[in-house]
């Protein structure tokens, strides 16, 4: 049962232009969401995140939308750059808390072109 | 203390026998959680633990695992005779209670 889901394994994306990685939840109690970013042979590192009563949130570059009704979250990379290329992946949580159980999607291969 | 620390950062086992696992959380992190990714799939939740408590072991499989975080020293967890099935890279993070996880670089087991 895959409560979290990227649907797109990969992206390719120009440098310069626009980055939206996508992601579909089906547990109506998760609450918070967060987007995490991977390089091969290393750790997640944490990105953005979202609280469920907010339905935008703003980092520098990076953006994440939130869809409560669609149970939909997009992370948005603008302008993306090669360093971007990386594995993302998104998970989310019940209670309203970054620490706790996170579930996560599949994750997304983000391809940043010079 | 630069981060969370995992070691071994590779593991290889034959078939039967004991892996161990160890994460050192930051400094002043008290909750430590553990995360299994195989090929090709996101990391999955295995277990929840403070010190000398499991808090949440929902996601362990319920033979031949299982993890502990001792008031001293580092978190283990222990795998006993390891299958094929098991080869894997094995994420630790740790938080503060009111704050979010950092993740260590992982263990990555292979079973042969």
């Known amino acids: 049962d895959q409560q979290v889901k990227q649907n797109s394994p990969s992206l390719s994306v120009q440098e310069g232009r626009i980055s939206i990685l996508n992601c579909d939840y089906t547990?109506?109690?998760?609450?918070?969401f967060l987007w995490y970013k991977k390089y091969p042979a290393e750790g997640p590192t944490f990105l953005i995140s979202?609280?469920?009563?907010?339905d935008k949130n703003e980092d520098g570059r990076f953006t994440v939308f939130l869809n409560k009704s669609a149970k939909h979250l997009s992370l948005h990379i603008v302008p993306s750059q090669p360093g971007d290329s990386a594995v993302y992946f998104c998970a989310a949580s019940e209670g309203g808390t970054s620490y706790g159980k996170l579930t996560f999607g599949q994750g997304t291969i983000l391809t940043v072109h010079p | 203390n630069a981060g969370v620390m995992q070691n071994p950062r590779h593991l290889v086992r034959r078939r039967g026998q004991e892996a161990r696992l160890r994460c050192s959380p930051m400094k002043g992190h008290s909750h430590v959680y553990w995360y299994r990714q195989l090929p090709e799939e996101g990391l999955k939740f295995m277990v929840y633990l403070q010190k000398e408590n499991i808090i949440d072991e929902s996601g362990m499989p319920k033979e031949r695992f299982s993890a502990e975080f001792p008031k001293e020293g580092p978190s283990i967890l222990r795998i006993q005779q390891v299958v094929r099935g098991d080869s894997a890279a094995y994420f630790c993070?740790?938080?503060?209670?009111?704050?979010?996880?950092?993740f260590g670089s992982g263990t990555r087991l292979t079973v042969v």
């Open positions: 979202i609280s469920s009563i907010k």
């Open positions: 547990n109506s109690m998760f609450d918070y």
């Open positions: 993070a740790s938080s503060v209670r009111d704050y979010g996880y950092t």
